[in-house]
């Protein structure tokens, strides 16, 4: 589960826990650092690791499955599911579009419109060019 290790739950976010376990799975997913095929840990390992609630864990998996990342195997298990089985648009993504729909995400939770999300990115690069 070294995959994971890093992972840190930002409780000031206003981002609800589940949503956060559910966004950092499926970053890494589609990331590459989770491979077809590759198990899960357990819902409750996972609870356990992040000392957070089954619960909260549970509703994270079930809407990856829902969404096509995973699947659970009764008895068996919880795996990466196959690329074609997480969708065109999904398994196209890359690394840098994942980062920045991530980047999207939490300037909407903290208020942004997609303006102000336009804006501060514009700005950032022309303070990158002054800088070069």
């Not at 357990?42 to 809407?63: E, G």
């Not at 990466?80 to 579009?97: N, Y």
Request: hydrophobic letters at 40%.
């Amino acid at each position: 589960m070294s995959r994971l290790e890093s992972f840190q739950l930002d409780y000031s976010s206003g981002l609800p826990v589940w949503i956060q376990v559910k966004n950092r799975l499926a970053y890494l997913i589609g990331a590459g650092e989770y491979h077809a095929g590759d198990r899960l840990p357990t819902v409750r390992a996972l609870a356990v690791d992040l000392d957070i609630s089954y619960n909260t864990v549970n509703r994270a998996y079930m809407d990856l499955e829902r969404e096509g990342y995973i699947s659970t195997r009764k008895g068996r298990g919880t795996f990466v599911a196959e690329r074609h089985s997480v969708g065109a648009a999904m398994a196209s993504d890359t690394t840098v579009e994942l980062l920045a729909d991530d980047l999207i995400r939490t300037c909407s939770n903290v208020g942004m419109s997609d303006d102000d999300v336009l804006g501060l990115v514009q700005a950032r690069l022309a303070h990158k060019r002054m800088r070069s």
